[in-house]
């Protein structure tokens, strides 16, 4: 009666990763119990998903490396798997709001976000790639683009192009305090998109800075972003708090593909209670000031029935 925090299943963004094929579901080695599908296969993790009340869900490819060039130009041809993906599930649910991702590691032969050149991530240049595969993306039907490159000026960019293409009502969900962090290795194993060569800290957030989260939010905020996102979420509650005080829009936790395994890896050996680890983190996020949460635990939680 007097419980401060709640979280509902509006609030969770549940993931799907899609590839290529049929009837196909490949479990994650690195996050258990969580897998890659075939679309049919797809189709019918959605459908459980409702049955729970989720009505939110986040699209990931994996893109065999046959299909992969430096200019991640596959990323906005018609018809390829993701825009099918997206497609398929807006006929069928349309209910259902679909967030996409945007940015060129899944489709790039570097696995970077950026287009390289020299080992040099070139920013400006890959501004004009993302904003053809966010319009392809809204074209195939995306409620939400979620630009997860982390290069600046991207979400004014975007803005601009849907904008000017009719998209005025696709929002934009952009990944503001992406830090460069190890606990992203799960996710680079279901997308097979980890970098062939050095890191992302030349775009992604120092893992030592709280002010320049402020500077970032700020920044999309003022090109026109309707939600922030702060990535990873447990390390990083500070920046969650301190983003939804200082701004009015929704603010985005991503708990992460490694916060994740690290649940389910000391619930196996039996050090810790993986359904009240689950609930614990989940509300610490939610109590931080995250309106949001985009969590692989989402459908896991939602069966609890807690709310």
Known sequence: MVSETTLRPSQLIHPIFIQEGKNIK??????PNFFRFSPDLAMKDVEEA???????????PQIEEKFKDKNASLSYKKNN?????IQSLKKEFPEITIITDVAMDPYNIDGHDGLVKDGKILNDETLPI?????????????????????????VGYLREILDKNGFIDVGIMSYTAKYASCFYGPFRDALSSAPKSGDKKTYQMDIRNAKEALLEAELDF??????????????????????????PIPVVAYNVS????????????????????????????????A?????????????????
């Open 291 to 307: 309106d949001i949460i985009i969590t692989y635990f989402a459908k896991d939680f939602c069966k609890l029935n807690l709310f």
């Open 81 to 85: 798997l993701y825009l099918k993906m």
């Open 50 to 60: 409702l049955k729970l009340n989720i009505k939110n869900f986040i699209l990931f």
């Open 26 to 31: 490949t479990e994650i080695n690195s996050m």
């Open 130 to 154: 993302l904003g053809k595969m966010a319009l392809a993306q809204a074209e195939a039907g995306a409620d939400i683009l979620g630009p997860s490159d982390m290069m600046d000026g991207r």
């Open 222 to 247: 003022a090109e026109g972003a309707d939600y922030l996102m702060v990535k990873p979420a447990l390390t990083y509650l500070d920046i969650i708090q301190s983003i939804k005080q200082n701004f």
């Open 258 to 289: 490694g916060e994740y395994a690290m649940i389910k890896a000391a619930a196996k050996l039996g050090w810790l209670d993986e359904t009240k680890a689950m609930i614990e983190s989940l509300i610490s996020i939610k109590r931080a000031g």
